[in-house]
């Protein structure tokens, strides 16, 4: 059959998708890239926050219709939300034929060669199952760029966080078996590396009894990419040793993604989180010291049940002070079967919404600021979009795809998507930046 395949939310997720990708053509089906193309659609869904459920629903209903319309045939739905919203999936949304786990996407050639016009799937393994490095991947990102998930799962139990239940447990993947992985990727070309998982700190500590990710990034640094980046890094994980790998590797970015979510103590214990404000800003310094020009960016959540002003005037300072190079921030998200849903004080949506706009108008500032130290300066680039005939779209090493900035790039030279050329910035805005290639 002709399949496609759409997938929302977080690179993890992508990753499970582009297995089941592999999995579908090996088998025999055909991937098209349009839905209108296919006979099933697959819908891989995220669950995390509301708004992420709510993209995931509004997307399945647009299929649905299509289904309706006959314009495809079966309709599937995979991924977090159908992990944790099965029954009521297919009691909202009858156009659905066939439910797909989180701990089931390695069934999913079984799932679609079983499909009935009067019948549903429902496919749920064990969501701490153990990897299958057999499992074929078909990559989704564009040539240039892919993704290496260490581990699955989540140990830290964070209050506010479902994922523990939808992932289950962590579990790492071998050194040896990412190693094989990352070598097919450079062979096919992949230029930035990114590797993911929950959290990448803890790396290693199951299979090998201590954190591992510094020991993996010196071998993968081995391999030649041009960039290696590495996301999902909690505060109390980074050590002096990751830092030192980092640095003493040219094609590691020297780009650190940490979620710390808030700054009042009080506020992180309500949070379980294993980290405090004094903690952060340690590990900021640290970083900074041995790494001076390293790009610094963190998630921040406001709106948290029981955060008082003082509470959210201590995030603010805290933001002003430590002047981090990319902040997002996020209205905290009431998760039914989560331990903060059931914690008093919880705040109303017109505080949280003023408390996120105040909040990014501050980093805003901050970005601007820390842009026009860029004037005059050369990054490497790489090329990732074109305007038209004179303006192209790039990123930096100091930016992730999808996630941070952009460099417009102004030339008439012949430079095709996916090359990395010098560029010299000329102009800087609030979160963007803008140069010519650098003769």
């Known amino acids: 059959m002709k399949i496609a395949l759409e997938s929302l939310g977080c690179s993890k997720n992508l990753v499970d998708a582009e297995i089941m990708l592999g999995i579908l053509n090996k088998s025999g089906h055909q991937l098209v890239g349009e ?7 697959i819908v891989n869904t995220c669950g995390f926050i509301e708004d992420a459920k709510q993209e995931s629903i509004d997307t399945i209903i647009s299929y649905a219709d299509l289904k309706n319309e006959g314009v495809i045939k079966y309709l599937l739905v995979s991924g977090c939300l159908a992990q944790r919203y099965t029954e009521e999936l297919l009691e909202e949304i009858p156009e659905i034929d066939a439910i797909v786990g989180t701990g089931s996407y390695d069934k999913i050639t079984e799932v679609v060669d079983n499909l009935v016009d009067d019948g549903k799937v429902i496919e749920k393994g064990d969501i701490n199952f153990s990897f299958d490095e057999e499992l074929p991947r078909y990559i989704s990102t564009p040539p240039y760029l892919a993704y290496l998930k260490i ?9 506010y966080c479902i994922i523990p239940k939808l992932r289950g447990k962590y579990r790492s993947r071998e050194m040896e078996d990412l190693i094989e992985e990352a070598k097919e990727l450079k062979k096919s070309g992949v230029k930035e590396l990114v590797v993911i998982a929950q959290d990448t700190t803890v790396y290693g500590t ?35 040793e990751i830092v030192d790998v980092i640095a003493a590797n040219d094609n590691i970015c020297s780009y650190f993604d940490i979620p710390m979510q808030h700054a009042s103590d009080s506020v ?8 405090s404000k004094e903690e952060l800003k340690s590990k900021v310094e640290m970083i900074r010291n041995k790494i001076p020009d390293a790009t610094i960016r963190t998630t921040l959540i406001v709106g948290f049940p029981g ?8 995030l603010v300072e805290f933001v002003k002070e430590m002047k ?14 989560t331990a903060a849903d059931k914690l008093p004080n919880h705040i109303d949506e017109e505080l949280k919404t003023e408390r996120l706009e105040r909040i990014m108008m501050v980093q805003q500032s901050i970005s601007e600021d820390l842009n026009q130290l860029k004037l005059g300066r050369v990054y490497k680039t790489l090329i990732e979009d074109r305007v038209d005939d004179s303006l192209l779209i790039g990123r930096t090493q100091c930016d992730a795809e999808d996630i941070d900035s952009v460099v417009y790039v ?11 050329v010098d560029v010299e910035i ?3 805005y609030e979160y963007d930046l803008k140069g010519r290639i650098k003769k």
């Open 324 to 337: 981090l190079d990319r902040m997002g921030a996020f209205k905290y998200s009431r998760e039914e079967d």
């Open 206 to 240: 199951d299979l090998y009894k201590k954190p591992t990710l510094a020991k993996l990034l010196d071998e993968l640094a081995k391999l030649d990419f041009d960039w290696i980046r590495v996301l999902y890094s909690y505060p109390e994980g980074i050590t002096e």
């Open 35 to 41: 839905c209108e193309d296919a006979d099933v659609v």
């Open 151 to 159: 581990g699955e799962g989540c140990d830290n139990n964070c209050t």
């Open 307 to 314: 955060e008082t002003d003082e509470d959210f005037e201590e």
């Open 410 to 420: 102004e030339t008439r030279e012949d430079i095709e998507i996916g090359d990395m």
């Open 268 to 275: 992180l214990k309500l949070m379980n989180r294993k980290t």
């Open 426 to 428: 000329e102009s800087a």
